[in-house]
Each structure stands twice: as structure tokens, then as C-alpha cells.
């Protein structure tokens, strides 16, 4: 907690220097959102049908509040909370007395920050105070909780998770833009006990339709950062010192097809307190079509190739699997959100390495209804290790790398300006692999 009292203490410092400005109020905006959903699903945990263990359903209402100031010409502030409530207590995470906890389901701070741009003449935007912040597509940055919620009737969808941060935006030329972070993980919900982020960007504008990036992130860990997750250990409170080397590139090769690319190489002098050096890396390309004969009803076609990378031998001196520590994304709402199958959060990866291919499409059936399609294919890098109905390995491999494939479509109707509804529904068939996984359980 020490960090964040000096957080606390330079917002003091800034909200004082800005206060005058209230004087100048030029714009004040206020808004919300109210969301109320629905989930119901089956086999997510154990892929098996004669266990009802893993069947869920349940109802959630989640909302926005926010408050937006423009104080004066170059100085803005925002204020947003967020709540989440279950339908039915059983649903909710339960503290020790058996009550819902209520860091995870009542209102909390979603936003919290005071903006200035060109501070003293110079050509820089500084942001302080809870934020969001994301690199990219959010490959590598962008959630200060990949992890959460740990269970889906928690919070019932992945979501993105703000930074208590100090962010820095310096225009170096025209073409080339510099971001400085320091960002605190929140404290307050699943894990976490002390996680800093400390990144440098640098973005060359220079080239039309192109977008070139390249960036350093480390990463301090220390607490229980990933405790608990499923099949998993975590980071103790030996820590983890992370490195992060990447470049990323997005634009258009031409009118209606675009691409995108990112690689990272990750280093580290050691892993949940036992001397093994880290080196792992992750890579990702990806296009996407979008004919001029169709873009009247915004068709548009997408397919991307990702790997991460795995450690296929736990005894020797090196960890190479891939650590996502702060990244945004879901490879699939089941094998990814539901079972991690293809991630690894500082946590025991299930396989080594994984080969993620993607594709989807996305078009406006009519003026008020749009459709979304997902699908993915998952491959292990190597064979996966058997394991007993315990989930324990047997120390053998049966020539199995088919973790399967997955389907999740999305209906959007726009019932008014204000108001809309969606229909969301995902299938996934484990293959060979996720069933040696799954101690033998293979229904879909």
C-alpha cells in the first residue's frame, strides 16, 4: 500500500494546483448506462454430462455512472463508478461470514483522473489518477486484472480493468509520440497484493494508414498475484521481475484490407521463487476485408494466427512459457474465460504452447440488427501429459495436440437510439488434448 499513498499523495498535490479552474467550468457532461443480463451454462468445468456440478445459470444487473468537466481550455476531470449486483446471493463471491463480498459486487471507483495537455507550453498530455490504458489491441497491455473475474458468475463477462496510473503523452515531433506509465494494479479485487507496471511506447505516425509501435514493460510482482486460479500456482511472495520487449505495426495494405501484427520476447531472472530464467515469447498476425461492394451493410471478414509460447520442461533452468500479466483479450469465451485452457496467467500452464487461429465475420443484417460470428481452433505445441481423474499427471504423453475448436455468435438489436438488446451464445468441442486434460471427459 505504500505505493499507493504516494499515488494519493500527488493527486492531493494536482487536485490542488487545478482546483482554481472549477471557477472556469466550461462543460460539464453526465451519463450512465444500465445493463441486465441473463447467462445460463453447462460443461464448462469438466466437460463431462453426468456431473451437473459445472451447470450454471443466473441473473446480473451491472451500471455506469460518470461525470465529465472540462475545468478550462487544457485541464479536464472524470469521475465514473461502477456496480455490479447478483439477482441471487448464491451467485455472488461470499466472504468468510457467508455474505457477498462486497469488493467484488457492490459499487466501487470505476474512474477517477484529472487531465492537462500542453503544460507549460510543452507539447505533453499528462494523466493522473484510475484510468484505463491499453497498447494496441491490448495483445500485450490494457487489463490490470487479465484474471478477473475468476469464476463467471462473479461479474458474468470478461471485463477491462482500470489502472491507478501516471500516464505521460509527448509529442517528440510530428511524426513520433512517446507514452510514459506507471501503473498500479487495483488492490481491491481478486489479485494482486502489489503489482507495478512501468512502460515506455514510442509510436512513429509518419507513414500513411500505418501505425508502427515499439515498447519496454516491466513488470514488479509481489503478494499473491495469480493465487487461486484454476489448476494453477502463483507468483509468492518471492515475486516476479518481468521484461517485456515488443513491436507492433497496424494499417492498411490498401481501401478495405487492413492488417495487423505484434511480437513480444519476455525475460526474467526467475519464477515463483526458484531459480529458472525466463525467456518466452508470443506473436500474433492478423488481416481484415471489408469488400467495397458490401460495405453498405459493414461486412467485413477477419483471420489472425497467435502463438504462445510454453515451458516443455519444468526441471530445467529456463521458463518459457508466455506470462500474460496485463493483456486484454479472450480466445474464446469458453476455452479461454471459462477454462484458461489457452492462457497462462502466472499460473501451471495446461499445455506447452498453444497455436490459436481465428476467424470471423461481422455484418448489419438490417438498419437496427448486426450479427457476429467467432470461430477457433486451438492446437497444443507439444503433446499434452496425461493426467489420473484427479487432474494429476502420470508423467506420460499419448501423441494428443488437438485442444479444440470453438463457435460464438452474437445478435444485436437496436430497439431505440438508447436502448438495445443482445443474444450471445458459444459451443466448444474439445478435442484429444483437452480431454487427456479433462482426466478422460470429452462431451462438448
Do not use: C
Amino acid at each position: 500500500m505504500k505505493h499507493s499513498a504516494t499515488l494519493l499523495a500527488i493527486l492531493g498535490v494536482v487536485g490542488f494546483v487545478v482546483s482554481p479552474a472549477y471557477a472556469d467550468l466550461n462543460n460539464l457532461d453526465i451519463g450512465g448506462k444500465i445493463k441486465a443480463m441473463g447467462v445460463y451454462s453447462n460443461n464448462t468445468q469438466d466437460f463431462n454430462n453426468d456431473d451437473d456440478a459445472d451447470q450454471d445459470a443466473f441473473a446480473r444487473t451491472e451500471f455506469h455512472i460518470w461525470t465529465q468537466a472540462e475545468l478550462a481550455e487544457n485541464v479536464s476531470a472524470r469521475v465514473s463508478i461502477e456496480g455490479d449486483r447478483a439477482w441471487n446471493s448464491s451467485d455472488a463471491v461470499l466472504d468468510e461470514s457467508g455474505k457477498p463480498d462486497s469488493e467484488e459486487l457492490d459499487i466501487f471507483l470505476e474512474e477517477a483522473f484529472i487531465r492537462v495537455a500542453d503544460l507549460y507550453g510543452m507539447p505533453a498530455t499528462i494523466t493522473v489518477g484510475r484510468q484505463f490504458i491499453e497498447v494496441g489491441d491490448g495483445f500485450v497491455f490494457g487489463d490490470a486484472l487479465p484474471f478477473s473475474p475468476e469464476w463467471f458468475s462473479v461479474l458474468g463477462e470478461h471485463e477491462q480493468d482500470p489502472f491507478d496510473a501516471i500516464m505521460i503523452e509527448y509529442e517528440l515531433t510530428e511524426d513520433w509520440l512517446l507514452t510514459l506509465v506507471w501503473g498500479k494494479v487495483v488492490e481491491t479485487r481478486g489479485d494482486g497484493d502489489d503489482v507495478d507496471h512501468y512502460l515506455v511506447n514510442l509510436t512513429f505516425l509518419g507513414l500513411e494508414d500505418h501505425v508502427i509501435e515499439g515498447y519496454y514493460l516491466f513488470t514488479k510482482a509481489r503478494g499473491g498475484f495469480g493465487a487461486d486460479l484454476g489448476g494453477g500456482s502463483s507468483i509468492t511472495n518471492s515475486g516476479l521481475d518481468l521484461n517485456h520487449l515488443g513491436v507492433r505495426a497496424e494499417g492498411d495494405f490498401f481501401d478495405g484490407l487492413g492488417y495487423h501484427g505484434e511480437f513480444v520476447w519476455q525475460l526474467g531472472d526467475e519464477i515463483k521463487g526458484i531459480d529458472q530464467d525466463i525467456s518466452a515469447y508470443a506473436l500474433e498476425a492478423g488481416v481484415r476485408w471489408g469488400p467495397e461492394s458490401m460495405q453498405e451493410n459493414n461486412v467485413s471478414f477477419g483471420a489472425s494466427v497467435t502463438y504462445l509460447s510454453g515451458d516443455d520442461d519444468p526441471t530445467d533452468d529456463d521458463y518459457e512459457a508466455y506470462i500474460q500479466a496485463a493483456e486484454n483479450r479472450v480466445f474464446g469465451e469458453i476455452a479461454d474465460f471459462f477454462q484458461g485452457l489457452v492462457s497462462n496467467n502466472i499460473v501451471d500452464s495446461a499445455f506447452t504452447g498453444v497455436f490459436i487461429i481465428n476467424v470471423d465475420a461481422e455484418a448489419a443484417l438490417t438498419d437496427r440488427l448486426n450479427a457476429a460470428l467467432e470461430a477457433y481452433y486451438f492446437m497444443a505445441d507439444d503433446d499434452v501429459i496425461v493426467r489420473d481423474a484427479s487432474g494429476d499427471p502420470l508423467g506420460r504423453t499419448n501423441g494428443n495436440d488437438d485442444i479444440g475448436w470453438e463457435i460464438d455468435g452474437y445478435l444485436n438489436y437496436e430497439i431505440t437510439e438508447d436502448l438495445s438488446a443482445q443474444v450471445a451464445a458459444g459451443f466448444f468441442s474439445p478435442g484429444d488434448a483437452a480431454e487427456d486434460w479433462a482426466a478422460g471427459n470429452d462431451d462438448a
